[in-house]
């Protein structure tokens, strides 16, 4: 059964100590208000850490804990203590609330940053550094393994694992049984391939979704622009969906045809301070998913 979700980006939470964001309790009113029943975890630290008080505000509202994810620079060596205590702190919260996926992401590098949605001129990694860095998710990926969860790698705009080669590189050097792939159609997009295609050859290693669109006209003015990527979700290169270049009907036909099982988690990352209302954004995802058939 595919069931539905949505996720603090959506209300413009990228990082735990932003004083722009909203209240965790506010998102999760929200989020139910809007017609959904599970809710991701959010950066450590937005939520509550203590299990107890997070668990009555998830309950109060009728949500269950789906995932959390680890968007930190898996990229940067000197930042490997920090990324391990992140792990460890979601797996923990995780566990708590009986949620099931981790999903790791590799945060934007300032190298990466210029050439989002420009696959040909992105800068690679030498031998050594992709080395490193495989061995950074495999290591996380084992944590979660080892806390019961399953760990989904996350292809995201601005950092080293954007685009489809490398994720692919990524999945044939990091043993399936540690990692399968949390797929987010929309970063997808902006990176410049199909997301559609990308599912179908993989759809077997695909352990959860995230439901994202793109607006093509604003993604076509920040690639040109090199627009960097907080800047292009302020401009609204993540739009509502049905509204973008994702074919979600595709999508649906995809997950029912394998026998897809379990969340699909909607993700419109948007501007804390912008002008939009978050709630208002989320009643609309759900109300376009349930005309496909979601």
């Not at 603090?8 to 809007?34: I, K, M, Q, T, Y």
């Not at 601005?158 to 999945?171: H, I, K, N, S, V």
């Not at 399936?176 to 290693?205: N, W």
């Not at 978050?278 to 109300?287: F, M, W």
Request: contains cysteine.
């Amino acid at each position: 059964m595919i069931q539905i979700g949505n996720a603090p980006c959506s209300w413009g939470v990228e990082f735990a100590d932003d004083p722009r964001n909203p209240s965790w309790r506010r998102v999760l009113a929200e989020a139910a208000e809007a017609g959904y029943r599970g809710i991701e975890l959010g950066p450590v630290g937005f939520m509550p850490e203590d299990p107890a008080l997070l668990g009555e505000g998830l309950a109060e509202h009728g949500l269950t804990l789906i995932g959390g994810v680890v968007f930190r620079p898996f990229h940067d060596p000197a930042a490997w203590e920090e990324l391990q205590d992140a792990a460890r702190r979601t797996c923990r919260a995780l566990v708590s609330h009986g949620a099931r996926h981790l999903v790791l992401i590799d945060s934007i590098s300032p190298r990466r940053a210029p050439t989002a949605g420009r696959a040909r001129e992105a800068e690679q990694m030498d031998k050594a550094e992709w080395t490193a860095f495989a061995g950074r998710f495999r290591e996380i990926a084992k944590m979660g393994a080892d806390h019961g969860l399953t760990v989904g790698v996350h292809a995201h705009a601005a950092g080293f694992m954007d685009f489809e080669p490398e994720l692919e590189r990524l999945l044939e050097e990091v043993d399936e049984s540690l990692l399968k792939i949390c797929f987010d159609t929309g970063h997808h997009s902006y990176a410049g391939f199909d997301p559609v295609a990308f599912m179908r050859r993989h759809i077997q290693r695909i352990s959860y979704m995230h439901f994202k669109d793109i607006d093509p006209a604003v993604k076509a003015r920040a690639i040109a622009n090199r627009t960097g990527f907080y800047d292009a979700c302020a401009q609204g290169i993540f739009c509502n969906l049905g509204k973008g270049d994702v074919d979600f009907a595709a999508v649906r036909q995809v997950l029912l045809e394998n026998g897809y099982d379990g969340w699909c988690t909607v993700e419109q990352d948007c501007d804390p301070a912008g002008p939009t209302k978050p709630v208002e954004d989320a009643a609309a995802n759900r109300a376009f998913l349930s005309t496909i058939g979601f």
